[in-house]
């Protein structure tokens, strides 16, 4: 069982950036697969980023690809999502979640993740 808890939201003017960290529990966040996904109001899910388990490799989906980064800290249970040139479509709550499975192409789909944080907003203005 692994909680999470994601920090770091807020409201940021178009162009800035913002860090969000999910906090883990439990004792063996080195194994999962940690992802980063979002949801704008009325909108599905959707992936946005992942990082394999010892954090050797990561991907992105094409609309954040080159301003968002992610990383993992394994000794402090973390994973981060660094997002850079902010834009109002990036208006979204966004979610963390972890995959107990070895990395699939699964895991760029909320599907392929076991347990997920409760969200954080972020706003982007214009």
């Known amino acids: 069982q692994v909680q999470l808890v994601e920090s770091g939201g807020g409201l940021v003017q178009a162009g800035g950036s913002l860090r969000l960290s999910c906090a883990a529990s439990g004792r063996t966040f080195s194994n999962y697969v940690m992802g980063w996904f979002r949801q704008a109001p009325g909108k599905e899910r959707k992936f946005v980023a992942t990082i394999t388990a010892s ?9 954040v690809k080159g301003r968002f980064t992610i990383s993992r800290d394994n000794a402090k249970n973390t994973v981060d999502l660094q997002m850079n040139s902010l834009k109002p479509e990036d208006t979204a709550v966004y979610y963390c979640a972890a995959a107990r499975q070895a990395f699939t192409i699964a895991m760029m789909t909320s599907r392929g993740y076991d347990y997920w944080g409760q969200g954080t907003q972020v706003t982007v203005s214009s």
């Open 55 to 63: 954090g050797g490799s990561t991907y992105y989906a094409d609309s």
